[in-house]
């Protein structure tokens, strides 16, 4: 009885021991595929990156700039003297030809006012005769007295009563000459005032505002339209004085419009201001188009503005997207031997095919990392590929 309960339980432990080794047998690959799973895709694999290599290579700058489209002349269309609006020929967005009718004023007062410079006229004329006549009364006195005293037949005294006379009468005749001319000049300019009644386009172009509508009462020199000549559009661009050393007039310039973001269209730098802007520390230039845009942008549109600078000597560069900035230091993850490590960096010029010029911190072979998947630090693990996913070719 005894030996039989000793095998039993024998045989029991010996159960539990197959099982205990059955459960680690088991157990253990499991555990070991979790740590590989867990270094090779979990948060402790390595980070995947693309690599790049410094090289050496001539760039061509790029600055970029914010503009908008702007007319270089806008021509003020209006009366030279008050009236109202009697009737506009067209309308916002219309082409005019030169010398083509746009309008007409109401003189309102410009006929009666016409009367009355002409009886002013009139009366100047009668005035100027009643000069001529006394004038020609007292000369004739004068000579006469002037024989009498010579043949001393009168006084002294007398002779300068009459030479007073006289030159009283000639400062009248010229003083009504002079209100003649006067009055004459008046009533030209009032002529003048009567064809100024019609507005005329002085230029070929279209309209781009109608400051005043018919029935409208305006004064001498307020703009009643605004007309712009297409030849004279053009980009007023704002660029960085930090980064605009070497801009000059006549270097090309790529531009895309707000609204045809996905157009390039090429012009040239007409000229750069003399005046800089003081409180945006920005300088201003004006840029012309190769080719107008079709159809004409709205004035006031925005457009970005890239500048091609001249090239520069050859030095090492890398693209710019290696760039990283971590506590407010520019630099690039190194490779070194496999390991990373931070390497601040001071660059330069940036050209247009996204290279940027390294003038400290890099040598011409090095090995940086372009791309990764995730924020790197310096004691990452990386592994290197050809390309992650997603990424441009």
């Known amino acids: 009885m005894k030996q039989t309960f000793l095998k039993s339980i024998r045989l029991s432990k010996l159960f539990e021991h197959k099982r205990t080794i059955a459960l680690v047998a088991i157990m253990l690959p499991l555990a070991l595929l979790f740590f590989y799973v867990i270094l090779r895709s979990g948060p402790l694999s390595p980070i995947l990156v693309t690599e790049t290599k410094v090289t050496q290579a001539s760039i061509s700058p790029a600055l970029f700039g914010i503009g908008t489209v702007e007319a270089r002349y806008r021509y003020k269309v209006g009366p030279t003297v008050p009236g109202r609006v009697k009737m506009l020929e067209v309308d916002i967005g219309e082409q005019v030809s030169k010398g083509q009718l746009l309008g007409v004023m109401d003189p309102v007062d410009l006929e009666q006012r016409m009367q ?14 009643e000069a001529q006549s006394r004038y020609q009364f007292a000369n004739n006195q004068f000579e006469r007295y002037q024989k009498l005293l010579a043949s001393d037949s009168i006084s002294e005294e007398q002779f300068a009563l009459k030479e007073q006379e006289f030159r009283v009468a000639e400062a009248g005749l010229a003083a009504a000459k002079q209100e003649l001319l006067r009055q004459e000049a008046e009533q030209e300019a009032m002529k003048a005032q009567q064809y100024n009644l019609e507005l005329i386009s002085p230029v070929d172009g279209f309209i781009v505002s109608r ?12 703009p009643v339209l605004e007309i712009i000549n297409p030849s004279d559009i053009w980009l007023n661009v704002r660029f960085d004085q930090i980064h605009a050393t070497g801009l000059n007039t006549g270097l090309k310039a790529h531009i895309k419009l707000r609204s045809k973001s996905n157009q390039e269209l090429l012009g040239e730098i007409y000229r750069v201001e003399p005046i800089a802007d003081v ?13 107008l845009p079709e159809p004409l942008p709205p004035i006031g549109e925005l457009a970005e503005v890239t500048i091609e600078m001249e090239a520069l000597p050859a030095n090492a560069v890398i693209p710019n997207a290696a760039l990283k900035r971590i506590d407010g230091e520019l630099g690039v993850w190194k490779i070194v031997d496999g390991d990373l490590e931070y390497a601040p960096v001071s660059i330069g010029a940036t050209g247009l095919d996204g290279l940027v010029e390294i003038k400290s911190g890099l040598s011409v072979g090095d090995s940086v ?5 995730k924020a790197l630090a310096a004691n990452s693990r990386i592994k290197m590929v050809e390309q992650l996913a997603g990424e441009a070719k």
């Open 279 to 291: 409180v945006t520390e920005e300088f201003l230039a004006k840029i012309t188009f190769d080719d």
């Open 369 to 373: 990392v372009l791309y990764s998947e």
């Open 211 to 222: 400051g005043a509508e018919p029935g409208t009462t305006v004064v001498a020199g307020q």
């Open 116 to 129: 009355a410079q002409q009886s002013a006229l009139m009366r100047s004329k009668a005035q100027l005769a």
